[in-house]
């Protein structure tokens, strides 16, 4: 017996190592995803770090990675996009777009290995809203500022702002991406509230409001769209008369229309410097249609929207070299992966929000408001991001797309830890284990500083 055991012992302390390396991955995967979005060339060492974590991880405890919904729909996604590389006609074009959309997968599942506990996935929290609030500082000095959009705005407040990188970033592209994060770094006002430092609620709410002004400065309507809906569902999730609130929203709404006259309406929100107005988006849809229709299978090829419309499906409206992508996010993940590929991403953001609902639920059943915050910010990130995919593409195939499966992966380590089949210990823990001595309504703090006992949303 005793050879035996002396040959399992190196074993066993072979894998514990290993498995001890694995829990590198996300300080090893994520500064690389980070050079991605600087510049290519981080791209492919991203996805070679990766797939070495996933040997480690196979190595160390015999699975590749932790089971998630999304398993499968992110499968058939990935095998899209490589097809996508193989029927391009123009590789030096797909082949980073390819990589960058693998790259975010990454990230998902490096962020999902690492949140393994309630602590971590605060520190997480925290880390999206200072990502965010970092997006909105480097603004003045990273984006191609368009004006006219709004008139309210003057022109002279971008000539405050000098533009000091090499490769600018759209407006339109930050704003997709910074609605987003600021529902994401909002949310700790609307539920943690009461259990905040005076510092903290200072922050937050600064943070906030600059986050919103330079969101502003973007000028784009579908993100302010996109957030309007999205505050109005926060507030049905918050308050229990929240149901006002929207009631006024829709009254608003519904009296614009009838003013104005839906055309008109759907004109002014839909307009913008390079398409105008509801016509112009129209007449790309149609093109987008037309792809779709003819390449149903394997798409066109990640970002070979322009080159293909210009060649096959000219505009009438629009010159050669102008129009380069759908302006559309649901059709021009169809056009580049095919209906396969649009049918696995409907499935992966159909599964995050519903996981970002039950996240959300499973706070408010366990009297926990930083769970419900968590859940209610995700969902309401999905309802933004989907309300402007309506009317633009500027979280799909960008440099700054990765960051969206940050926020995924997040959505989904939160599902894993409050509604997994361990979860209700979990949530439940603390109330149980409370300390005789404290009176009913004392509010406790669980690991991550927010008030536990507080009244629901």
Wanted: hydrophobic share 50%.
């Amino acid at each position: 017996m005793k050879p035996i055991e002396a040959s399992r012992q190196p074993v066993s302390r072979t894998r514990r190592f290993l498995e001890g390396l694995t829990q590198l991955e996300l300080w090893v995967v994520a500064p690389l995803v980070a050079g991605g979005i600087i510049s290519q060339r981080f791209l492919l060492p991203t996805l070679i770090a990766a797939g070495a974590f996933w040997l480690l991880r196979r190595a160390a405890t015999g699975r590749w990675s932790l089971r998630t919904p999304l398993d499968w729909p992110m499968l058939v996604m990935g095998g899209m996009a490589l097809l996508s590389r193989g029927v391009t006609a123009n590789g030096e074009v797909t082949q980073p777009a390819v990589l960058r959309l693998l790259s975010g997968m990454a990230l998902f599942y490096a962020l999902l290995h690492w949140t393994t506990t309630p602590r971590r996935m605060a520190r997480l929290v925290e880390g999206i809203r200072t990502m965010g609030l970092g997006l909105a500082l480097i603004a003045p000095v990273s984006v191609q500022w368009a004006t006219g959009k709004l008139p309210f705005i003057p022109a002279a407040v971008y000539d405050r702002f000098t533009l000091l990188a090499e490769d600018s970033v759209h407006p339109n592209i930050l704003a997709g991406h910074l609605v987003v994060f600021l529902l994401w770094a909002s949310t700790a006002l609307f539920f943690t509230w009461p259990a905040l430092s005076w510092l903290k609620r200072l922050y937050y709410t600064g943070a906030g409001l600059f986050i919103l002004t330079i969101l502003v400065l973007t000028q784009s309507r579908g993100a302010f769209i996109g957030l309007g809906v999205a505050s109005l569902v926060l507030v049905l999730l918050r308050f229990r008369r929240g149901w006002i609130w929207a009631s006024l929203a829709l009254a608003v709404a519904g009296a614009a229309v009838f003013r104005f006259g839906l055309h008109q309406v759907l004109d002014v929100l839909t307009s913008g410097n390079t398409v105008s107005g509801l016509d112009g988006r129209l007449e790309v849809w149609s093109r987008a249609i037309y792809m779709l229709q003819d390449f149903p299978f394997t798409g066109v090829g990640m970002g070979m929207f322009g080159r293909l419309a210009d060649a096959l499906y000219p505009f009438s409206s629009y010159s050669p070299h102008m129009i380069d992508h759908a302006h559309n996010l649901f059709l021009q993940v169809g056009i580049d992966l095919g209906i396969p590929g649009l049918i696995a991403w409907l499935a992966i953001f159909g599964t995050v929000s519903w996981c970002a609902w039950q996240v959300y639920r499973a706070g408010r059943a366990n009297a926990n408001p930083s769970v419900a915050g968590i859940g209610a910010m995700a969902l309401s990130g999905q309802i933004a991001l989907g309300i402007h995919g309506l009317t633009d593409a500027a979280t799909w195939n960008v440099r700054p797309a990765v960051l969206i499966w940050g926020l995924w992966g997040a959505t989904l380590a939160a599902w894993t830890l409050y509604c997994g089949p361990d979860a209700g210990k979990e949530l439940s823990a603390r109330r149980a284990t409370a300390a005789p001595e404290e009176e009913p309504n004392q509010p406790t703090q669980d690991d991550d500083g927010a008030n536990d006992d507080q009244d629901q949303p």
